[in-house]
């Protein structure tokens, strides 16, 4: 259905201004869809606190044109359904990507992340990365395993310390041990050899019968 001239010019005023605000605008395929499926994922993206909105190609050109951002043009071919999402925390994105990956009757064209352009491709790997919560749980997740880790091996490592300590008790006692036996034989050999020395002594002080006159 052709649009007046004021209409037109309304639409690419509000495009331009969607384009200024949002951190992320996303262009994609609609193609296929009936009524009841689009008003279903607008539902979804609005709860996701983004908007979606469809606009002539032709309407859509001017607007992004005039915000600098003529590498999208080339894209609007075929119905085009907008994405605009100016809240950081919001997983509006990620929403659609859910209902596309269910329907391949619908699927991205391009877009903008932080005024950065991004082609089909991009923006469907994008899509699909995990948002801040999952990410922040992921982590959680695996700290909690890393401390429960850490918390089986010190344990393990304090359990061993009773028998490790009982090893130095058993060589200490065996030097003791040790050290009391070479005393002992030092004190023996010291006895034998005085002994030995007084007996000597005795011996040359007795007279043999071949001295006696």
Known sequence: ????????????????????????????????????????????????????????????????????????????????????????????LRELNKFIKDNDKISFKAGYIDGKFYDKESITEIAALPSKDDLLSMLISALQGTIRNLAYAVSQIAQSKPADGAGEEVKEEAAKKEQIEEETSETNKEETSENTSKNNKSTEGEETPEEVV
């Open 1 to 92: 259905m052709a649009i007046t001239r004021n209409q037109k010019e309304t639409h690419v005023s509000e495009i331009k201004d969607l384009i200024s605000k949002s951190k992320v605008i996303v262009i994609w395929d609609y193609l296929g869809l009936n009524a009841s499926e689009l008003a279903e994922i607008r539902s979804s993206i609005k709860n996701a606190n983004a908007s979606n909105k469809v606009y002539k190609n032709r309407v859509a050109s001017i607007a992004f044109k005039d915000a600098g951002k003529e590498e999208i043009i080339d894209h609007l071919k075929g119905p085009s359904s907008f994405l605009f999402i100016d809240d950081e925390t919001s997983d509006a």
